[in-house]
């Protein structure tokens, strides 16, 4: 690990020392979101200059496995069999397939984005608002995926650490610091700006296509460590991912669980993206030493829900 990562003391006052509640008004629920302005988007799309798109999601697969907590289902309502003849004159006029599916989408495999309604901090979500207001009757109240519905269109940039390292991926237990986020800006050639969609990769998505899957609660698992959260605060970030549940694991904290997620969305109103594929995205970046791109994030409109699957699509 390149630096020494900061004490339990220290990332607990990060609650303090970067707090964004009131910073746009005690009615925001947008958080981070705020820095993403009509003119950085307009910025965005002007680094179009291909049309190449490439999908940053993960396959959802309907088959367990180790990391998955909760197993998506999928059964077909209707399907071709019936009519497989081609023959047969049906009294129904609509021969059709249909589906149903239902999904936990938070966890580590399928990609999604959080909303500020998914995580608290002594009784309390961003802003300050009360904890009860996310309920099992009426679902989140406030802060709910559906402020998004407009999507996300950014500036995206890629820091690709295991080639920054010179290595295939970062270790399970392992965090990404912020010295290996500098370093790709020195490298690659590239600052990380107001409003960005910032993407961080571990390699562990490769890990698993190499190797296969473990279950992250117990094999661990590497994410960007706590001592990033300033710099993602300084650099007024509006939505971090990485390739991964985005908490080191096992925690490497007493009292927290999760602190990028405890921090960045309760303290910061940090928007995080979830478990995205970046492997072809990383292999676009390299054949063209470009590591900046518009990128698309569109999640369902989703009623009173903390959070939603997503299909980001970034745009050289």
């Known amino acids: 690990m390149p630096a020494t990562i900061p004490t339990e003391e220290e990332v607990l006052a990060y609650f303090e020392k970067l707090s964004n509640w009131g910073r746009w008004g005690e009615d925001d629920q947008l958080g981070t979101l705020n820095f993403l302005s009509d003119e950085n988007t307009r910025k965005a799309v002007s680094l179009v200059r291909e049309g190449r798109t490439i999908s940053c999601a993960r396959t959802i697969s309907w088959e367990p496995a180790p990391d998955v907590s909760s197993t998506p289902i999928h059964y077909m309502v209707e399907?071709?069999?019936g009519w497989a003849s081609g023959d047969k004159i049906s009294a129904r006029p609509n021969q059709a397939?249909?589906?149903?599916?239902?999904?936990?989408?938070?966890?580590?495999?399928?990609?999604?984005?959080?909303?500020?309604?998914h995580f608290f901090w002594k009784g309390k979500m961003y802003n300050g608002r009360p904890a009860h207001l996310i309920s099992t009757s009426r679902g989140a109240t406030v802060e709910s995926v559906e402020l998004v519905k407009d999507g996300i269109m950014a500036r995206g940039v890629l820091v690709d650490?295991?080639?920054?390292r010179g290595i295939d991926w970062v270790e399970r237990g392992e965090g990404v610091m912020p010295e290996d986020i500098l370093a790709a800006?020195?490298?690659?050639?590239?600052?990380?700006?107001?409003?960005d969609v910032l993407l961080i990769r571990t390699g562990n998505l490769h890990r698993r296509n190499v190797e296969g899957a473990v279950n992250p609660r117990e094999a661990g698992s590497p994410a960007c460590q706590a001592a990033c959260l300033p710099l993602f605060h300084e650099r007024s970030v509006a939505v971090m991912g990485?390739?991964?549940g985005n908490d080191v694991m096992p925690s490497q904290y007493v009292s927290m669980s999760h602190p990028v997620h405890?921090?960045?969305?309760?303290?910061m109103g940090l928007w995080i993206l979830d478990n995205p594929n970046l492997e072809e995205l990383a292999e676009a970046c390299k054949q063209r030493n470009r590591w900046e791109f518009l990128i698309s994030i569109n999640p369902l409109r989703l009623y009173?829900?903390?959070?939603?699957?997503?299909n980001p699509v970034a745009i050289f």
Do not use: K, M, W
């Open 79 to 81: 399907s071709g069999e």
């Open 97 to 117: 397939a249909t589906d149903f599916f239902g999904l936990v989408f938070h966890g580590y495999t399928i990609t999604h984005i959080d909303s500020l309604a």
């Open 161 to 164: 650490v295991p080639l920054i």
């Open 185 to 195: 800006e020195e490298r690659c050639g590239f600052r990380i700006q107001e409003g």
């Open 242 to 244: 990485s390739d991964t």
């Open 262 to 267: 405890q921090v960045g969305i309760t303290a």
């Open 304 to 310: 009173n829900t903390t959070g939603s699957p997503v």
